[in-house]
């Protein structure tokens, strides 16, 4: 289980756009976990609920809506299967521990940014590049077929009423 929950938040990290390998896990997580029940269920918990907990937290834009209810419908289940207690310790569980990983991050990312000002600088640039080139990929796509209109000088003969 823990190998699938990792293949499912590597799909995630990689081809967020391709939900085929999280659909196929969260179908088989959901399956293994009705086929352990209520009784076995217990150590693999936290295995079960932290790439569903990822899918339904996640904040990307092209999210797979079918993705979200899947896991949506897996949480639902196993709220069923193991009671609303020890489901929501589990998940709280999960939830502390991926807070406790961005904390981290974000305390690595500000050290470096103190002991090392020209990498964290550097970073800092490569961002803001990324960041206009992804403005101007926006821009051309909300603009394809729509060119500018090129304005004729106008003439007196222009202006002039011919009856």
Do not use: W
Request: charge should be positive; glycine fraction near 4%.
């Amino acid at each position: 289980m823990k190998k699938l929950s990792l293949l499912a938040k590597r799909e995630a990290a990689d081809t967020p756009k391709v939900p085929l390998k999280r659909t196929c896990v969260f179908k088989f997580l959901g399956a293994i976990a009705v086929d352990l029940g209520k009784d076995r269920i217990g150590p693999y918990l936290t295995t079960i609920i932290a790439p569903l907990y990822r899918e339904l937290d996640s904040t990307y834009a092209d999210q797979d809506p079918t993705l979200k209810n899947l896991a949506q419908e897996l949480i639902e289940l196993l709220k069923k299967l193991v009671g609303l207690e020890r489901f929501s310790l589990a998940f709280v569980a999960v939830q502390k521990e991926a807070a406790q990983r961005r904390a981290s991050r974000r305390k690595a990312k500000a050290i470096q940014a103190v002991t090392n000002p020209d990498v964290a600088a550097k970073k800092k640039v490569k961002k803001q590049l990324k960041k206009n080139e992804a403005k101007k990929r926006k821009i051309a796509f909300v603009r394809t077929g729509h060119k500018a209109k090129k304005h004729k000088g106008t003439s007196l003969k222009d202006l002039a009423i011919l009856s």
